[in-house]
């Protein structure tokens, strides 16, 4: 099962890698996925993983702990508003420059409704 993990993880970083040359498709989901992959093949990976200064600023302590700023997460919509705006205005096309604002749109709303306690809370938040 751990060299099957390796695998994966090597395909989705392989994935996430190329689609950053690809405006308009996230890699995110990709990235994650191999750090669950890599993770789970080995228990030296998973410990790296979970004491490396980036996972314990932004996923333990702004997920699970929800103290990323303010300030954080307006320089996260910007950036990604950034890199939205490459296929807003190279496209052309309506429905893609639609999609591309309702989606900056629900990424604000969610954001600000998990830092601001509207949902998500119980099953994320340490008590």
């Not at 040359?21 to 993770?39: C, E, K, N, Q």
């Not at 950036?79 to 999609?99: R, Y």
Request: glycine share 6%.
């Amino acid at each position: 099962m751990r060299f099957i993990y390796i695998i994966l993880g090597l395909i989705t970083f392989g994935i996430g890698t190329v689609f950053i040359w690809v405006p308009g498709i996230p890699t995110t989901p990709f990235y994650l996925l191999t750090a669950y992959f890599w993770s789970r093949s080995s228990k030296r990976l998973q410990n790296w993983l979970e004491h490396n200064k980036y996972y314990q600023r932004y996923i333990h302590d702004g997920i699970y702990k929800r103290q990323l700023t303010q300030q954080n997460r307006i320089v996260i919509y910007i950036v990604t508003a950034a890199f939205m705006c490459i296929p807003f205005f190279m496209s052309g096309k309506l429905w893609l420059q639609i999609t591309l604002i309702l989606a900056s749109l629900s990424q604000i709303l969610a954001m600000e409704g998990f830092y601001r306690g509207w949902w998500l809370t119980k099953w994320f938040v340490e008590k």
